[in-house]
């Protein structure tokens, strides 16, 4: 018998937790490549930066976005008004925050809203398939030919000029792009064994798609997103522009940006601020997409 038992061969050892390798989820790789990613992470750092300025700013300020100076006039700026005042004597510091408010909440909420409508769109599109799949997406092709700047015109003509409208009206010509990426990871998805599983359970096509096809096409999804903002933002501007955007006393980047070039060659201050904020809200927001974009890639992952 002690011959038999030297012969048997010895268990393993068992592994300390020390030996144990720790696995790594999607969004743990992500964040691990973005962060080796300087140019998207400091503009990510910048455009909380941002948000901060214009959220927390007025606040902190002694003087109101709606007071106004009518002795005074425009003022250069100065050790009291740092970014100087508008033509009617109010602060373009407070002025250039709380437009940066209004900007941000419309590249937001229009964002959100072509964020629910090209998902569930694009979701159901490539999961139906066929003749549905067929008719949705040559819907799609027809919504681009038309002009987008004047369908929101149009909109905004019929229902008013209100904030809100604005705000659904961009979110509702901003999904297409949005729906067709959708659409195409969906069709790649539902080909794999954890779909067929779903199917062979017998869930409905409703839960497969919310619960299993678009948590898993998130990654391309926020990339867009955060591509879509700055569109959103430059819709919005032109709008603005054309005064058919955020009407007065409020004033946006755009409104602002508009009353600064109509006195640019006398009071240049009013259009540099303004404009500055503005263009380096887009530069970061493009960036950060770009590096999102990047460390989303499963194709990177072995970079």
């Avoid at 030919?145 to 929101?152: D, G, H, N």
């Avoid at 497969?208 to 678009?214: A, V």
């Avoid at 990339?223 to 054309?242: G, K, N, Q």
């Avoid at 590096?291 to 194709?299: E, H, Q, S, T, Y």
Wanted: proline share 5%; aromatic share 10%; hydrophobic share 55%.
């Amino acid at each position: 018998m002690a011959d038999l038992a030297s012969k048997l061969p010895l268990a393993p050892a068992p592994l300390v937790p020390e030996q144990l390798e720790q696995g790594s989820s999607l969004w743990s790789d992500a964040w691990a490549r973005l962060r080796k990613n300087r140019l998207a992470l400091g503009s990510l750092f910048v455009f909380i930066l941002i948000c901060l300025f214009c959220v927390v700013g007025p606040w902190l300020s002694p003087y109101d976005s709606q007071t106004q100076n009518l002795f005074g006039g425009a003022e250069a700026p100065s050790a009291k008004h740092w970014f100087g005042t508008d033509t009617l004597g109010r602060d373009l510091m407070v002025r250039v925050m709380e437009g940066g408010r209004i900007s941000l909440l419309v590249g937001l909420v229009a964002t959100g809203v072509s964020l629910l409508i090209g998902v569930i769109y694009g979701a159901t599109a490539g999961y139906v398939g066929g003749k549905v799949d067929a008719a949705m997406m040559r819907f799609v092709d027809l919504l681009y030919a038309l002009p987008f700047t004047i369908f929101v015109i149009l909109l905004m003509v019929a229902f008013g000029r209100s904030l809100w409208l604005m705000f659904i009206a961009i979110g509702c010509v901003e999904w297409l792009t949005m729906a067709r990426i959708v659409r195409a990871g969906v069709i790649d998805l539902k080909k794999q064994e954890f779909v067929e599983a779903a199917v062979s359970l017998g869930l409905s096509n409703r839960r497969i798609i919310l619960r299993h096809l678009i948590p898993n096409v998130l990654g391309p999804v926020i990339v867009i997103a955060t591509l879509t903002v700055p569109a959103v933002m430059l819709l919005e501007a032109f709008l603005s522009f054309l005064g058919l955007g955020v009407q007065p006393p409020d004033a946006s980047w755009g409104v602002l940006i508009n009353e600064g070039q109509q006195n640019m060659e006398i009071f240049a201050w009013l259009l540099i601020f303004p404009a500055f904020f503005f263009a380096l809200t887009l530069f970061c927001l493009n960036f950060l997409g770009d590096g999102l974009r990047d460390a989303l890639d499963p194709k990177s992952a072995g970079d």
